[in-house]
Structures are given as structure tokens and as C-alpha cells.
């Protein structure tokens, strides 16, 4: 196996009440090697949206560590932990976050602003990662001129436009019906045997069966971690309901 990209160790999280405090993360020791496609599911309150918003740099650990890519990312500060997040993770959210009065390339390329990379590199990286979720057509469209399928490959396509060493997917699927779901998690395949190491929240198993490793979470702990020996082909499954349906 691949040297571990992500490692964490007793990882915990607690979040101070009024008068009492919740622990959300209860010691999670987990690694993730480079290349893995790995879904993360729990029950809501199991501890799985809180251990994405750390593996994000969303959030600070209040105790044990985390490690991306070598660096103790549980160690750094606010403006560190910004750069971290600009330049190694791309982010994949269910309701797109797209900007409503923007078209789909100037979308793409807003994570080029924050690292000051100059216009015309900008273009035509945006472009090219457009191209690469197949939307180079539609680049000059605005979300409300795209549909929900296509407005998420504009989001995909923004998170890889900063060339991340991994991509974080919270229920991407969520707000996509059957046939766009299977697009999309086939795209997100295609990415991982890329090469792109992907790690995806979801609470509907049948979306599970697309990565290659299922880690379940319970009351703030791992309670399954499970390898996939034949993942689900989501674009086979395309397929045959596009078959099924003509």
C-alpha cells in the first residue's frame, strides 16, 4: 500500500455548551494512504461531518494530532491552516456553493485568486479543469443556466483547479437524482484511478459501494472499517439504466 497521506491519531473534538460539552470526536486513530477512495458514513450525531471539517482544516482538533501529507496539520495556526486548505484540498459540497452572478469558469477559478495567480494562467487552468469534467462548452454559463449535474461537475471542477492532493466530498450526491448521482460518483471514480485521493461523507450506503473502503462512524468513534473488493462501477450502472429506460 501507498505511504499514508492522512494519519490521524486519537484525533478528538469538543464543542463547550453553556453548561456542559459535547464530545463530537472521541479518539479517532485512522490512516488514509494516497490514492484511496474511502467513504465515511454514520448516523447524524456519529462524529463523521465533524472528522470531514478537521481532515478540511475547517476545524482545530482539541486534542490528539493530524497529519496531511507529512505536515501536523493539528499543530498550525488559522492562516496556516488556510493555505493548507487552498492549496493541498479541494472540496466538493452538497449545494454546489457556487456564485449565483458568476459564470462556470470565473467559479472555477476563485480559489486561483486567493494564491494571486496571475489572469491569464487563471483562464486557462480553469478552462482545462472544466474540459476535464466535460462542461468546456458550457464555461461561460451561470448556475441558474446549468443543471444540478452540471452545476456540481463546476464544483468538482473548482476543487481541482489548485491541483489538491486530496479531494473531500460531503454528501455530493444529496441534491442529485439517481441517473446525475451516477455521473457524478463515475467522474469521481475516474479521478481516483487518476490517481486522486477521495473522501466522501454519506449516509446513503448504495453511494458507499463506490469506494474502495467504507469507515463507519458512532457516538464520535470508528466502529467499521471495511475494504471494497470490487467497488460498484458507477458508470456500468449508468449504463444499464440508460439501456433500462429507452
Do not use: W
Not at 26 to 55: C, D, H, Q, W, Y
Not at 166 to 178: C, V
Not at 187 to 214: C, K, Y
Not at 217 to 224: A, E, I, S, T
Amino acid at each position: 500500500m501507498a505511504e499514508p497521506l492522512i494519519v490521524t491519531r486519537g484525533l478528538a473534538k469538543e464543542y463547550r455548551m453553556e453548561s456542559y460539552t459535547v464530545a463530537a470526536l472521541r479518539g479517532v486513530s485512522l490512516e488514509i494512504a494516497a490514492g484511496e477512495f474511502v467513504a465515511v458514513m454514520g448516523p447524524s450525531g456519529s462524529g463523521k461531518s465533524t472528522f470531514m471539517n478537521l481532515l478540511g482544516c475547517l476545524d482545530s482538533p482539541t486534542g490528539g494530532e493530524y497529519v496531511l501529507a507529512g505536515d501536523r496539520v493539528s499543530e498550525l495556526s488559522g492562516d496556516a491552516l488556510a493555505a493548507i486548505r487552498n492549496r493541498r484540498i479541494g472540496f466538493v459540497f452538497q449545494n454546489f456553493n457556487l456564485l449565483a452572478r458568476t459564470s462556470a469558469v470565473e467559479n472555477v477559478e476563485l480559489p486561483l485568486l486567493y494564491s494571486q495567480c496571475p489572469a491569464q494562467e487563471r483562464r486557462s487552468r480553469a478552462m482545462a479543469r472544466l474540459a476535464e469534467v466535460g462542461l468546456a462548452e458550457r464555461a461561460h454559463h451561470q448556475p441558474s443556466q446549468l443543471s444540478g449535474g452540471q452545476q456540481q461537475r463546476v464544483a468538482i471542477a473548482r476543487a481541482l483547479v489548485n491541483d489538491p492532493v486530496l479531494i473531500l466530498a460531503d454528501e455530493p450526491t444529496g441534491a442529485l437524482d439517481t441517473r446525475t448521482s451516477f455521473e457524478l460518483m463515475g467522474l469521481l471514480q475516474q479521478l481516483n484511478r487518476g490517481g486522486m485521493t477521495v473522501v466522501l461523507v454519506t449516509h446513503e450506503h448504495d453511494i458507499a459501494t463506490f469506494a474502495s473502503r467504507i469507515v463507519s462512524f458512532r457516538d464520535g468513534h470508528v466502529v467499521h472499517d471495511q475494504r471494497v473488493e470490487q467497488p460498484a462501477d458507477a458508470l456500468a450502472m449508468l449504463r444499464a439504466l440508460e439501456k433500462e429506460a429507452a
